[in-house]
């Protein structure tokens, strides 16, 4: 009836202003953590934990030369750049096919013309895949916040407008090529870092060495963040069951509590928020272990939520980060009822 329909139509519109917001939340400079970061080092992170986790008839080849330049970025963003074109590379192939990932350094005169492009040294990261390619008319429209060729319940249609935000955000640009039947390009192109901060990229804290084993509920309306986080912790040995909202949440842990020892929890999402959530999953279960990701910083949290979580991680996360925050939340082990500890308790967080 009539109803029924406004209040879909509601529900997806809500929905949209919260995909939106959250969106232009990942793009905002203050956010970035801007540091000289090797790309050829990235596509060496991002590759080598998708040869562990896709299908063995999608091969990945690389072709980034040794000594190339350093960029000014945010490590955490530039890797979801990469990992989303790789990943959805992944998905325009059916069955066999092959992705090339390059690097490559172009002075001012070898960058291509045209749209008043920024001059200068660039380096150009590039995903080739020999997938099913694109129609000029899906092509026109790849930027589109929502716009997505997949299935329901497979795309959010944010993908590549987030990685075109990201980019515009690094001071870069995106080409793309594509032919039906002849597969896709993506070309990022990013500034040289100036000479004075290319002295080296950031010093990473090195990946948990264990392999996991146990079970962790990851919850999150993102398909493409659930992918990353999924093949990340499955890459590592972790056995692992996705959510897609807060609700589903609640019904995976109320019928899987004793086969799961960590909730890895986004605080921004449709149906329940993860705060929500949180009372939803403690009420049930006061020794459940919950690990909070979220795009803002863990100023959100509330006192009861900083005393009684697992740990915290910042989104978007790389692998090792990723890594290191679960095996950290694993460690300190589930609260017993009543239990609150100084091992448990957050610092004040200031405002600023």
Same mark, same amino acid.
């Given at each position: 009836?009539?109803?029924?329909?406004?209040?879909?139509? $509601?529900?997806?519109?809500?929905?949209?202003?919260?995909?939106?917001?959250?969106?232009? %939340?990942?793009?905002?400079?203050? $956010?970035?953590?801007?540091?000289?970061?090797?790309?050829?080092?990235?596509?060496?992170?991002?590759?080598?934990?998708?040869?562990?986790?896709?299908?063995?008839?999608?091969?990945?080849?690389?072709?980034?030369p040794a000594g190339?330049?350093?960029? +000014?970025?945010?490590?955490?963003?530039?890797?979801?750049?990469?990992?989303?074109?790789?990943?959805?590379?992944?998905d325009a192939i059916?069955?066999?096919? $092959?992705?090339?990932?390059?690097?490559?350094?172009?002075?001012?005169?070898?960058?291509?013309?045209?749209?008043?492009?920024?001059?200068?040294?660039?380096?150009?990261?590039?995903?080739?895949?020999?997938?099913?390619?694109?129609?000029?008319?899906? *092509?026109a429209r790849i930027?589109?916040?929502?716009?997505?060729? *997949?299935?329901?319940?497979?795309?959010?249609?944010?993908?590549?407008?987030?990685?075109?935000?990201?980019?515009?955000?690094?001071? %870069?640009?995106?080409?793309?090529?594509?032919?039906?039947?002849?597969?896709?390009?993506?070309?990022?192109?990013?500034?040289?870092?100036?000479?004075?901060?290319?002295?080296?990229?950031?010093?990473?804290?090195?990946?948990?060495?264990?392999?996991?084993?146990?079970?962790?509920?990851?919850?999150?309306?993102?398909?493409?963040?659930?992918?990353?986080?999924?093949?990340?912790? +499955?890459?590592? %040995?972790?056995?692992?069951?996705?959510?897609?909202?807060? $609700? +589903?949440?609640?019904?995976?842990?109320?019928?899987?509590?004793?086969?799961?020892?960590?909730?890895?929890?986004?605080?921004?999402?449709?149906?329940?928020?993860?705060?929500?959530?949180?009372?939803?999953?403690? *009420?049930?279960?006061?020794?459940?272990?919950?690990?909070?990701?979220?795009?803002?910083?863990?100023?959100?949290?509330?006192?009861?939520?900083?005393?009684?979580?697992?740990?915290?991680?910042?989104?978007?996360?790389?692998?090792?980060?990723?890594?290191?925050?679960?095996?950290?939340?694993?460690?300190?082990?589930?609260?017993?009822?009543?239990?609150?500890?100084?091992?448990?308790?957050?610092?004040?967080?200031?405002?600023?």
């Open positions: 009836n009539v109803r029924e329909l406004a209040a879909a139509a $509601q529900n997806a519109a809500t929905r949209a202003a919260s995909l939106t917001k959250r969106l232009l %939340g990942f793009a905002r400079r203050h $956010q970035l953590d801007w540091v000289p970061t090797d790309p050829a080092a990235m596509v060496e992170e991002v590759v080598t934990l998708l040869r562990r986790t896709i299908d063995p008839l999608v091969r990945i080849e690389t072709r980034c190339g330049w350093l960029v +000014q970025a945010d490590p955490a963003q530039l890797n979801q750049v990469l990992m989303n074109l790789c990943l959805n590379a992944r059916a069955g066999a096919g $092959q992705i090339t990932v390059e690097t490559a350094c172009l002075t001012a005169a070898e960058l291509p013309a045209g749209r008043g492009r920024r001059t200068g040294d660039h380096v150009r990261l590039s995903v080739t895949d020999t997938g099913t390619g694109m129609t000029d008319e899906v *092509k930027y589109e916040p929502f716009f997505t060729t *997949k299935g329901v319940g497979k795309g959010t249609g944010l993908g590549l407008p987030t990685v075109f935000a990201a980019v515009r955000q690094h001071n %870069g640009w995106i080409d793309c090529w594509s032919e039906v039947g002849r597969g896709t390009r993506f070309d990022v192109y990013l500034p040289r870092a100036g000479a004075a901060k290319a002295a080296g990229p950031r010093t990473e804290t090195p990946a948990p060495a264990r392999a996991g084993k146990e079970r962790v509920l990851i919850v999150d309306d993102e398909a493409m963040i659930r992918r990353v986080a999924a093949m990340t912790l +499955q890459g590592r %040995g972790y056995r692992v069951l996705e959510a897609a909202d807060g $609700q +589903q949440a609640v019904d995976v842990y109320t019928s899987e509590r004793e086969r799961i020892d960590l909730v890895l929890l986004d605080l921004s999402m449709p149906v329940l928020s993860g705060h929500e959530t949180f009372r939803l999953l403690l *009420k049930f279960d006061p020794r459940v272990r919950v690990l909070f990701a979220s795009g803002y910083s863990a100023e959100q949290l509330s006192d009861l939520e900083r005393e009684m979580m697992a740990g915290f991680v910042p989104k978007p996360y790389r692998p090792h980060d990723l890594l290191a925050a679960v095996e950290e939340a694993l460690r300190r082990g589930p609260l017993r009822s009543g239990e609150m500890t100084g091992r448990h308790r957050m610092p004040a967080l200031s405002a600023g």
